[in-house]
T-cell receptor, first 116, second 114 residues
Framework: NAGVMQNPRHLVRRRGQEARLRCSPM?????VYWYRQLPEEGLKFMVY????????ESGMPKERFSAEFPKEGPSILRIQQVVRGDSAAYFC??????????????FGPGTRLLVL | AQSVTQPDIHITVSEGASLELRCNYS??????LFWYVQSPGQGLQLLLK??????LVQGIKGFEAEFKRSQSSFNLRKPSVHWSDAAEYFC????????????FGSGTRLLVRP
C-alpha cells in the first residue's frame, strides 16, 4: 500500500523560473494539505484541498503561489517567478475523508526546493 | 487560537538513557495533539496522538506521551533511547477551523551519544 508520493524530491530553480510540485495522496484519500518548512523551522500550513476544490488557502502567499487538486491526477503546488526566499521543503499530507480533528494526516517525503 | 511551544531546540542524550521532550500547548478546551518524527531528509512519521480519554498514550517505536491539562503539556518520553532515534521531533495541535490544519511547534533536534 503505497504512501503519499511527492515528486520531484529535489528541485533547483533560478530566480524568476516556475516551480511545479506534485503530490499523489494515498490510495483512497481525497483530501490534501500542503505545508512549507523553512530552514530550521517547523512546518507551516499553506492550503487544504479536496478533489476539484480549494477549501482553505489561508496560509498561501497572496501572489505567485497556486494549488490545485484535479479530479484525475496529483495535486499540484505551483510557484511562479520563484525568489530565493521560496527555498524550503514543501510537504504534502493526505487524509482519507473530510477534515476532522481526529483524522490523521499522512505525510509524503517532501520536495526540497532550492532557488539559485 | 491554538499553538504549541517546544522549549528545547536541541537535546543530547546517551544511548540507553531515558528521554523526555517537552511540548506546551495553548487552547482553552481539550486539544487534539500529535507527535511526529522527521529523520534527516525525510518526511514526517506519526508517533502518537491524543484526543481524549486515557492521558497516557502509547505510540510506535517505544514512545509514549502524557497529557497534563493542569500544566498544558504533552511531553514525549522514551525509557531507553537508541542511536536510531536521532531525528527531529515535532509536536502539533489541530487548529479547530474548517480545515483542521496542524499547527506545529518549532521542533526539537535529538542527538544521541554512543
Amino acid at each position: 500500500n503505497a504512501g503519499v508520493m511527492q515528486n520531484p524530491r529535489h528541485l533547483v530553480r533560478r530566480r524568476g523560473q516556475e516551480a511545479r510540485l506534485r503530490c499523489s495522496p494515498m490510495k483512497g484519500h481525497s483530501h490534501v494539505y500542503w505545508y512549507r518548512q523553512l530552514p530550521e523551522e517547523g512546518l507551516k500550513f499553506m492550503v487544504y484541498l479536496q478533489k476539484e476544490n480549494i477549501i482553505d488557502e489561508s496560509g498561501m502567499p497572496k501572489e505567485r503561489f497556486s494549488a490545485e487538486f484535479p479530479k484525475e491526477g496529483p495535486s499540484i503546488l505551483r510557484i511562479q517567478q520563484v525568489v530565493r526566499g521560496d527555498s524550503a521543503a514543501y510537504f504534502c499530507a493526505s487524509s482519507p475523508r473530510a477534515a476532522g480533528p481526529q483524522e490523521t494526516q499522512y505525510f509524503g517525503p517532501g520536495t526540497r526546493l532550492l532557488v539559485l | 487560537a491554538q499553538s504549541v511551544t517546544q522549549p528545547d531546540i536541541h537535546i543530547t542524550v546517551s544511548e540507553g538513557a531515558s528521554l523526555e521532550l517537552r511540548c506546551n500547548y495553548s487552547y482553552g478546551a481539550t486539544p487534539y495533539l500529535f507527535w511526529y518524527v522527521q529523520s534527516p531528509g525525510q518526511g514526517l512519521q506519526l508517533l502518537l496522538k491524543y484526543f481524549s480519554g486515557d492521558t497516557l498514550v502509547q505510540g510506535i517505536k517505544g514512545f509514549e506521551a502524557e497529557f497534563k491539562r493542569s500544566q498544558s503539556s504533552f511531553n514525549l518520553r522514551k525509557p531507553s533511547v537508541h542511536w536510531s532515534d536521532a531525528a527531529e521531533y515535532f509536536c502539533a495541535v489541530v487548529r479547530m477551523d474548517s480545515s483542521y490544519k496542524l499547527i506545529f511547534g518549532s521542533g526539537t533536534r535529538l542527538l544521541v551519544r554512543p
